[in-house]
């Protein structure tokens, strides 16, 4: 078993900046990558940056923004969020997945609880 307990989530003005962290606990931790998937309002789970290794992958509206992260030390990752903007506006998970880089969610085996960002315009 991998638990994953997310925090840093929290309401900021258009431009402001946050950092979101996933701890993970149990299980064979580093046989995974971890992943950041978001849900905005009315939106299905999107796929949002991971890394495995030194390989980091991003999608492109995130792009220059956010900057994945981990402290192998604490086994915790972090998602910098910085210039963000309302679109930004969702609920984040990190998720331990396997496969590809870009994973589906169906990759990914334990999630966090999530942790809702609102970002005014």
């Known amino acids: 078993q991998v638990t994953l307990v997310e925090s840093g989530g929290g309401l900021v003005q258009a431009g402001g900046s946050l950092r979101l962290s996933c701890a993970a606990s149990g299980g064979i931790v580093r046989a995974y990558f971890m992943a950041w998937f978001r849900r905005s309002p009315g939106k299905e789970r999107e796929f949002v940056a991971a890394?495995?290794?030194?390989?980091?992958a991003h999608i492109d509206p995130v792009k220059g923004r956010f900057t994945f992260s981990r402290d192998n030390a604490k086994n915790t990752v972090y998602l910098q969020m910085d210039s963000l903007k309302p679109d930004d506006t969702a609920v984040y998970y990190c998720a331990a997945c396997r496969g590809d880089l870009y994973p589906a969610p169906d990759q990914c085996f334990s999630w966090g609880q999530g942790t809702q960002v609102t970002v005014s315009s």
């Open positions: 890394q495995s290794g030194s390989i980091t």
